[in-house]
């Protein structure tokens, strides 16, 4: 049955042959000297490489030695196709699930979750674990200096466990680029240790029947070299002797006393099927070699240097003998070499190889019959990343691939939308429309469907999309891409597929995010490539969700691992900037989006790129002007495409840029209309901004009501998006919205006062930094981190300075302010003294440029990375303040894990130190009461009573949470609890004058029905 184009396509089949040692020679000398040599390298060195000439029995000693050895052994024989960094992978993952099957799936799991090959690797190796494995790759040299190749193999190298080892084999040195890291100790194995001693020539001649010769001369005349030795080389007249044959000495001897002595039909046998790794006698004939079982039969009873397999029906040319047989195949010309090579690569595509198969053809010059196995193996290709591989491919084949709908032109299509090269992808849909093709691949390939109509519409042809859809059969690519066209036509919502594994899942991801289905962006893509795509997206909802920190390292990672993809520049990266206040990252990062995104053609992300803009003007430069400047000649710029997901942003930004102006109508107008299209097309992740400024605009114009519905509705949409982080962004510039909404409650214990509290702790703690180079721990004993190594002070006050330093941060502090918060006004000698003794401590402590002081004044370096646990303390508060439910009591608890390593900067006594004091006990005081009411809401009913218990064990006279104990007793059925509990809240306040308020009283009259 011929192919449906757009069918599914076949894995690629693994060679299994090229995971196990190959089989032992014969005749196989053993050599106990050698074996034992390799076994305590193994066992004393985490890296033994093996370096020497081919014919040097290289491979037959480290797999003896492997043989002595207890530990798993993983054997990989790489080739020169696996230069592509993917696929050498996939053999590595394959070599290593041999022996610890957990291990499968692991690195290519890794992949799809975006993460770069070598980094890949590093995550499978790691994960080995701590018992001993040996871990053995051959025919090193066949990468070549193959960058991406070579640093997969660094990194295994790098990440391996102590009780992982790795050998190393190769016919050549190993490239300088592939260091051994440091702390790995490594061995080296070359061409004097391999060569034959006396004694080992004799027995490998007595095993070649050759008892009567002088086993030293043979040593001498071939210096020891195996294959010289056990193929008689030194009976050649041409042999001159040395390690490895320097002047080919094989040569001679194989021509002249080994091809020449077999008859000429059996040397072209051998000659012709030198393409093969292993002869069998079915392969030979798939060559078109006549009577392939007489030769095979033949050439069984000749001493050869080949190793026969099982039953003596295959074999396996010596590296060095096979090496001879190929540049003998090379002599025949041209058209017999390609005859051959031909033959070669159809018969690897029938057993499946169609990756190999399409490489020896095309080196053939077989174009055409590369075309079919291309066709199969080239989306497997894709998929493992090795993008480059396809690309060459299709460069290949351009001249005989047929125009119009065909596999090539999928993978050409993916590869335009996961390389964001929106402009080759939309040239290629045209051109199917040319020859009218376009709609007849589109019905038979949904993949094919959803790609173009992905192209198409983020260069803002939404008609074209909707052909191309209108002609889909039905499949997940097309039904993503209606789910996603609603960003861009508004309407009603369209079901959200589920992923299916394709592009499909990173068009989905882009579209989850700017619809706001923000809870759908933690599901990882279940393909490699669909994480290319979605990946940007997905550090674009924590950072919407407030994680700020979390996207903030995951940004970096992505950016230090040279994966910065243009959505990536566009908005993610910009946007976790501007959360984490880095004004002149944020800037160059758009400036540099912006580049890429005009070079990809797609116009939906160069005019994102410019809403990241205007927003930056708006949020960090405070710039209202330059804000509206930019985003007004962007609403120009879109009026022919009235997109929802743009065209609501804009008038939210530039509602809020009029507002910070004063003009209140004209605001209005703007952020109405924003609400209005972001409500109609149902996409929130910019409503609880726009719906927030609404509510401030609706007041300052009278209409309280709308004001109400506006702030409402802006919760609502909070709620829905799975975090307040955006809406408290907003209600930072506008906090009279939270509390207009307060007074308006009737209970003391809405969502709006817990938004007031969240709003509260937004202004106490920033982001804490990542990483930090010099860290103050000052919860429990202090102490200075530098560096990771910990630095203890002589003199306390040294604490002091660099706490007071971080929080104040700035311009820094002039000496006489330091004097009156660090030594309460005290400005003697004496203080001045222990002033200045604190001073030159930490100057000396900290990195150079740490610690500056100029005029007077006091500061940390510009370039210094600080941090201290309490400013960590107020950021983590800060952070879990934006998100909702059980993420929020998580984060909470874990900031409070922080709090309660001991008391703040232990044994300081200063007057600065115990209002700091002070303030961070009320703020975890106040975080612990979030997390008891969390704990309550959640149904952990113990965890919330032990929680408001700790409250009140420091505060009692806190009558929200005496009203918490009455709830949680409720819940548990418990009416005489409740009861005790509100006369305990009567005694407690009772010590000040005062009595439970009213809210207090129609609780317990509520619970008590």
Request: charged residues 25%; glycine residues 8%; proline residues 4%.
């Amino acid at each position: 049955m011929p192919r449906r184009v757009g069918s599914e396509h076949p894995r690629v089949a693994l060679i299994q042959r090229k995971l196990a040692p190959p089989p032992p020679p014969a005749p196989l000398v053993e050599r106990p000297r050698l074996e034992q040599l390799l076994e305590a390298l193994f066992e004393r060195h985490r890296v033994v490489v093996v370096s020497a000439t081919a014919g040097a029995g290289k491979t037959t000693a480290v797999a003896a030695a492997a043989r002595r050895l207890t530990w798993p052994l993983a054997w990989l024989s790489v080739d020169r196709t696996d230069a592509a960094p993917g696929r050498l992978v996939t053999y590595l993952e394959a070599a290593l699930a041999r022996t610890r099957p957990e291990l499968a799936g692991l690195a290519s799991e890794a992949l799809a979750a975006g993460i770069p090959h070598a980094e890949a690797v590093g995550l499978l190796i790691e994960a080995a674990g701590d018992a001993p494995l040996l871990i053995v790759l051959d025919d090193l040299e066949r990468l070549g200096d193959a960058p991406e190749a070579l640093a997969v193999i660094e990194a295994l190298l790098r990440y391996a466990p102590p009780a992982v080892h790795v050998a190393l084999i190769s016919r050549r040195d190993v490239p300088s680029v592939l260091s051994v890291p440091s702390g790995h100790v490594s061995a080296t194995i070359s061409e004097g240790d391999l060569a034959f001693t006396v004694t080992e020539a004799a027995e490998a001649l007595e095993l070649l029947g050759e008892r009567e010769t002088d086993a030293a001369e043979v040593v001498a005349a071939t210096g020891g070299w195996v294959t010289g030795v056990l193929f008689e080389a030194w009976r050649s007249a041409a042999h001159v002797a040395g390690l490895g044959g320097e002047a080919d000495p094989l040569d001679g001897y194989l021509s002249s006393q080994l091809l020449e002595q077999l008859d000429p039909a059996a040397r072209d046998f051998l000659v012709a099927t030198s393409v093969l790794e292993e002869v069998t006698v079915a392969r030979a004939t798939a060559l078109g070699q006549p009577a392939a079982a007489e030769r095979v039969l033949a050439l069984r009873a000749a001493h050869l240097p080949v190793v026969w397999g099982e039953g003596g029906t295959s074999m396996r040319c010596h590296p060095r003998f096979r090496d001879y047989l190929l540049a003998r195949l090379e002599r025949r010309g041209p058209d017999a070499v390609r005859e051959v090579r031909v033959a070669h690569g159809r018969l690897l595509a029938r057993e499946g190889h169609h990756e190999e198969a399409t490489e020896v053809l095309l080196r053939a010059g077989a174009d055409e019959q590369a075309l079919t196995s291309a066709e199969q193996a080239i989306f497997p290709v894709i998929e493992r990343l090795d993008g480059a591989v396809a690309e060459r491919w299709l460069t290949a084949l351009a001249d005989v691939a047929p125009s119009g709908a065909t596999q090539l032109t999928i993978a050409e299509l993916a590869l335009s939308l996961t390389g964001d090269d929106y402009r080759r992808g939309v040239r290629v849909a045209d051109q199917l429309v040319e020859l009218d093709e376009r709609e007849r691949l589109a019905h038979a390939s949904d993949r094919a469907a959803g790609l173009m109509a992905s192209l198409y519409a983020g260069v803002g042809r939404l008609d074209d999309a909707h052909a191309v859809l209108d002609a889909a059969s039905g499949g997940l690519g097309a039904s993503t891409v209606r789910y996603m066209l609603r960003m861009y036509e508004g309407g009603p919502a369209q079901p959200r597929p589920e992923p299916g594994g394709e592009e499909a899942d990173g068009v989905l991801s882009y579209a989850d995010y700017f619809c706001g289905r923000l809870d759908k962006l933690g599901e990882a893509p279940l393909s490699r490539w669909a994480y290319a795509v979605a990946r940007p997206w997905q550090i674009a909802a924590r950072a919407a969700l407030g994680h700020t920190a979390e996207a903030l390292e995951l940004y970096e990672a992505a950016q230090d691992a040279g994966v910065m993809t243009v959505s990536l520049a566009v908005c993610p990266g910009p946007e976790v900037l501007m959360d984490a206040g880095r004004l002149e990252q944020a800037r160059a990062l758009i400036a540099h989006g912006r580049r890429l995104a005009r070079a990809t053609g797609a116009l939906d992300l160069e005019c994102v790129n410019r809403l990241m803009e205007g927003k930056l003007a708006l949020r960090l430069e405070r710039d209202p002007e330059a804000a509206r400047a930019v985003l007004e000649q962007l609403e120009r710029d879109l009026e022919p495409h009235a997109w929802p997901f743009l065209i609501g942003p804009i008038n939210a930004w530039l509602g809020a840029a009029l507002l910070l102006q004063g003009d209140d109508v004209a605001a209005l107008a703007r952020l109405s209309r924003a609400v209005e299209v972001l409500v109609d097309a149902d996409l929130i992740l910019e409503l609880p901004t726009a719906a927030g400024y609404l509510a401030e605009a609706q007041w300052r114009a009278g209409d309280e009501e709308a004001a109400d519905r506006a702030a409402d509705l802006a919760l609502d949409a909070s709620h829905r998006l799975g975090s307040n982080h955006r809406l408290l962004q907003a209600l930072t510039d506008y906090p009279a919205v939270v509390s207009r909404r307060i007074d308006a409650e009737q209970g003391a214990d809405s969502a709006w006062h817990e938004l007031g509290r969240a709003l509260i702790a937004q202004g106490a703690g920033g982001l804490s930094v990542i990483g930090s180079v010099v860290e103050l721990r000052e919860f429990g004993e202090p102490a200075l981190a530098i560096a990771g190594a910990t630095v203890r002070a002589r003199i306390a006050k040294s604490y002091e300075l660099v706490a007071f330093l971080i929080v104040r941060g700035g311009d820094g502090v002039d000496r006489d302010e330091l004097l009156d918060a660090l030594f309460d006004g005290r400005a003697d000698d004496s203080a001045r003294s222990y002033l200045r003794q604190a001073i030159y401590w930490v100057r000396r402590a900290l990195p150079e440029g740490g610690l500056l002081v100029e005029k007077r004044r006091v500061r940390l370096g510009a370039e210094l990375t600080v941090s201290s646990e309490s400013t960590t303390f107020e950021a983590r508060l800060a952070e879990a303040a934006r998100l909702q439910g059980e993420e929020r009591l998580a984060a909470t608890r874990a900031a409070l894990e922080l709090y309660d390593r001991g008391e703040y900067l232990a044994g300081a006594a200063s007057g600065w130190v115990a209002a700091r004091r002070e303030q961070l006990a009320e703020r975890a005081l106040d975080a612990r009461y979030e997390a008891a009411e969390l704990a309550f809401a959640a149904g952990a009913y113990g965890d919330g009573r032990a929680l408001a218990e700790q409250v009140l064990g420091a505060d009692p006279l806190r009558e929200a949470a005496w009203r918490l104990l009455m709830r949680i007793a409720s819940a548990l059925g418990d009416e005489d609890r409740v009861i005790a509990t509100f006369r305990d809240c009567e005694r407690a306040l009772a010590t000040i004058g005062t009595a439970p308020s009213a809210v207090t009283r129609e609780l317990v009259e509520r619970l008590r029905r």
